[in-house]
């Protein structure tokens, strides 16, 4: 049965003040935090930079400076987190469902929780059309993750009884997470990386192995190889963020398609993937209610296997 989410109307209102002779000289991104306090300084920031502001009835630019007496305009524009726990309609491919979980095989390409740049569009706020009842759950039920463009399972919890066990699970490394990832370069053998990742701290949007980080274990093994590059089969014992795409470069084979570890050796123009090469293949873990082990696979998304076609 399909459930349409509730959405919130949002009037932009305007506000409209007197430069004081006082603050002369400034920039206008600096005077509009001493004139407007009770907004934050980001906040007027994106107004400015989205063209929200108006300086005498003209757009106005964050760097320009002001004489006073000049009248300023904001038009107020809501904030973007606001939408975070909306639900939406998003198609889900729903491998199984209970009275307690959800299990989805999630494509490349969609957010799994809001965040800085991504506040609407995600599983989360699919979940919450889907299932209104999650939104009484933390995160809606979302006990682990998965990269925006990786694709495969995701298990979510339905009650709060069904989330507490498999975090409980998670913590206790009994859930197993098996991936398919297709890394540049030939892999010679399996083996497993047991290095901590942390943010990097030459680029904080990146993440490194780091002597600071927390503790990372992968272990892979050599499903196929290529004429440059390598189909592995890796499973997590633990599950950091881009973990084994920071693990896989630490050995020299970055993941095809990744556009953040990149790679820059041979063959690299002959394989073209628009995302990561990476699959959450196969999620097995104990039914929270049942205390059966369960086990899920989903094959290879089309992307991937034209690419692992292309490369026969």
Avoid at 59 to 85: F, N, T
Avoid at 243 to 271: C, F
Wanted: proline fraction near 6%; include cysteine.
């Amino acid at each position: 049965m399909v459930r349409s989410g509730k959405a919130e109307n949002y009037t932009p209102s305007s506000e409209s003040r007197r430069v004081p002779e006082s603050l002369a000289g400034l920039r206008l991104d600096k005077a509009l935090a001493r004139m407007f306090p009770e907004h934050s300084r980001n906040r007027l920031q994106r107004w400015l930079k989205d063209g929200h502001v108006s300086l005498d009835s003209r757009s106005a630019k964050p760097k320009q400076k002001i004489w006073g007496g000049e009248r300023v305009e904001i038009c107020s524009q809501p904030d973007p987190s606001l939408a975070a726990h909306r639900a939406e309609r998003i198609a889900l491919d729903i491998v199984h469902e209970d009275d307690d979980i959800l299990v989805i095989n999630k494509p490349a390409g969609l957010v799994v929780h809001p965040g800085n740049g991504n506040w609407k569009g995600t599983l989360l706020n699919a979940l919450l059309h889907h299932s209104p009842q999650l939104a009484a759950l933390p995160r809606a039920g979302i006990v682990h993750r998965l990269d925006k463009d990786t694709s495969g399972l995701l298990v979510v919890a339905k009650t709060p009884r069904a989330q507490t066990e498999l975090v409980r699970q998670l913590q206790a490394r009994t859930v197993k997470r098996e991936y398919l990832a297709l890394v540049h370069g030939t892999v010679r053998s399996g083996g497993e990386v047991s290095a901590p990742v942390g943010r990097d701290p030459r680029n904080r949007t990146r993440m490194a192995v780091v002597p600071s980080g927390r503790h990372a274990l992968t272990r892979y093994k050599v499903a196929k190889r290529f004429s440059h590059a390598s189909l592995l089969e890796c499973s997590l014992d633990t599950g950091r963020t881009h973990q084994i795409r920071v693990h896989m470069q630490s050995l020299g084979h970055p993941l095809v398609g990744d556009p953040v570890y990149r790679w820059r050796g041979p063959g690299a123009q002959g394989m073209r993937l628009a995302r990561q090469a990476l699959h959450a293949e196969r999620l097995e873990f104990l039914h929270p209610a049942s205390g059966l082990r369960r086990s899920f696979e989903v094959p290879l998304p089309e992307d991937f296997r034209a690419l692992l076609d292309s490369l026969q």
